[in-house]
């Protein structure tokens, strides 16, 4: 079971101010178990402000306590724990209350462990793990139930692998790395060179000799795949943050805290700058050059190297689909379309 | 071996109407072994017409019968099976025919079950499955080998998971529910605050509190993903059908018997509603509300609420690649074009 | 530890050509222990020259040797190996320099493998890994850690399957496939016939009861699904390359040699040619037939049958998003401008 927090403690360990509107009673010992959104919270629960959208569902909220900012205490019929920066107080706070369960150390007996592995003695490996050849697990870990990590390959301080994660050889995880489920780090970049000429044998595989490099706080959600490097590394920036579902192929570099939201895909070789943002099911194509700063909105896709931060889109609006029809097949006449506008405005057709 | 059936077993399991027309002759006791297309079924398989672009295929099978609407029988050289809808009585036939494999109920000694877990003796787990703690695992459920069970999860009566299957902690599966492999439910949906200022630590993990409901009759294909809810749960709705590949990020809610079709990831916090038909690859991005009995066409991006029922596409048509390129650059102007057409109108430019 | 080879072994080995221009001293006895780019490759590895965008990268390089064209001798610094093919002839020789470990003959304990199914000796078979009833295991394949392998299925000679692979029962795989980590061959393909009727029970399952055959030198990248049959196969035809996360729905048919980029979903029945090239993040509906040596551009939806070669597209251009927004609003009023400009030519309006 989780413990519960006083009001007074959550306030005085995140720095927050405990405080209410006139008439509002403050108990600074209200204990609390945990973190509600406005509508759903009980009297054991904190909740938080962020968003003026919600603010009919402050004016009505139950919880024992609302982080905020301090121009919204007056809205509040509850406690107030006042912040610069809600969101923020309200993501710290949740690690309190995180009920995800906390292996032990130690190394369960159906593991295979190679010999020339190393094992942090603070590590916990999980059930039906395997660790290859000369792997380095360091202080801290943990390996949920089935992960698999090759030979060679390391995995840093504080890195926690949920239920089978995959790790090839070669692959280097810095410290306080979160991998999810199902993560593929290390497979074979697609390379392929073709040979059909007479007597050739298809496509001929490129053997992937790079490794993959991931940086410090990352966090790679479910499913996701980040392949080796085809000579160099591929490369993952510290506090880089990658969701479910997205795909980075051989030789991407990923500059510092870019979030790549699900269902992303980045083509081999495509160097992303810092504190990007990518959007869901965006396509990158390779051999660009992504700037920093630089925000993609969701299901775009880039096709040349991007120079400026700013925001970039492609794609056309939802309509019916009766409506859609019509307008889609116009957009295959489009370039005719200008050259008749031409030629009405009395100008000789554009080349 | 499975086991053969004949006609008439057949017509009378599933209350259809064994018939031919004149000169055909019917043979009750004619065993059937399986199902086929028309064109490749043998004289001990059936097959079925549902479709009137195969009226020719129908008019050439060998098959033992045909399922069909009675309208048909005079196009079918071979005995039939009439039914009201033919395609879902050969649904239904399938079933008789299906040679994948049924564990016996048991555990396999190499799964690893925490002493707190239930499992019913009913259940069959399968080798190096592992089931976390105060799990519980209903009747004549199967998992299938290598599958992980989370701390506190459900496992509804006669839910099958195929191999390797990951569920989090904190997940309730419904009744009869069916989860390809790969699949992982609950892993952390995609939630950090940022913390870029002076003395910041970069994307601030929001711990995902919440977990995941999954409904009744639920398929969900292999390698999707289902996310944790931030604080609520994320909810599957009953008779729910989830293709491969797909995303539902955190607090996503899924209205009873929508169909979601492979590739297709739906962002945080969308409530789409029931009786839904999303097709592939499409995209949905967040807090979202869909209406009932909407359908959205292949690789869409769903940028708003959509309020009625109806069909809704975005995107453009495929054409020949030299082409699109010049109508591509185009879509890039389209608004200037609009003003010079307005202009030429005789009118002053739109805002 | 790998071997080096010295510059006269590779030249023979590859039938390539040991030169250098006047000056270069070249010392066929030269060892070399690995390939690198041509900026980072030290004295003892060998680069490739094989696109004139880095003839300065040519100039610059220290390698032991380079891989290039003939024409291309004169500006290179170092030794020479003349290749007709310079980027086949590298794609050869990365081969030498694999590091992935090669696992050893012989079955490990901790596998679990059902009495009926038949493993070659020479076959390796690692940790954890399932063999389910009459499968078949053939020489020198390679089971990596927690495969899991069907009942009746087959895995042809040399095929190595990466960590954690899925294969359902009833699936065929040819001879050396490689399949990377987390993909799943033979789940069930996504066909529910509709029953909302009065009683009705929802969405009535489709039992798959067709396979998945894969031809001989197939590539299939990380967590990437190929579903079986409804009633016929799912074919994969010899020598196809299928990248990460890609989707291959119920009874498509792949022709030989065609290459599938990442994040590409192909659906149910649909039939693409040999010899096609499918860039990444491609959809392709159900039930088209799409011709041989077909190219299609990143993102591109594909809704219609292709009968002819060349290279198809869809999509718009990327561009800021603030303009983006102004020209997708416009789309959605194209048809209604096509008429305006028509009534300003003269004609009326077109149906």
Redesign the interface.
Known sequence: MLRTYSLAEIAERFALRLAGRPGVAVNPGQAVS????LP?ASAGEVSFFANVAYRKQLQQTCAAAVILKQSAVDDCPVPCLVAD?P??A???I??L?????RPQPGI?P?A?IDTSATVSPSASI???C?I??DALIEEDVVL???C?V??GTVVGTRSYL???V?L???VTLGEDV?I???A?IG??G???????GPGG?????????GGVRVGN?V?I???S?I?RGA??DTVIG??V?I???V?I?HNVKIGD?T?I???T?I?GSTEIGS?CTI???V?I?GHLKIADRV?I????????SIAEA??????????????????????????G??Q??RA??GNRPES
């Open positions: 945990g973190v509600a959104t759903s920066n969101y923020l309200y993501a710290r949740t690690a209350f995180d009920a995800a369960p369960h159906s295979i999980g059930p039906h395997v290859a050849a949920n139930a089935g698999f090759g030979e949920h239920a089978r995959t090839y050889h070669g979160v999810h489920s199902g593929v497979a074979d697609f390379g392929f060179a073709p040979d059909f044998g298809g496509w001929c595989k490129i053997h992937q000799l706080r966090e959600g479910a499913n795949c392949d000579l160099d510290d506090g943050i969701d479910n579902l795909q192929a805290n979030a939201a699900a269902c895909g083509a504190h959007a869901g099911a396509g194509v925000h909105t969701a299901k775009s896709l880039v096709t040349g700013g925001s970039y889109s492609s794609g056309t609006a939802l309509s019916p689909t009766a409506a859609w029809r019509r307008n889609a097949v116009r957009f295959s006449q489009l370039d379309l200008f008749r506008v009405l405005e």
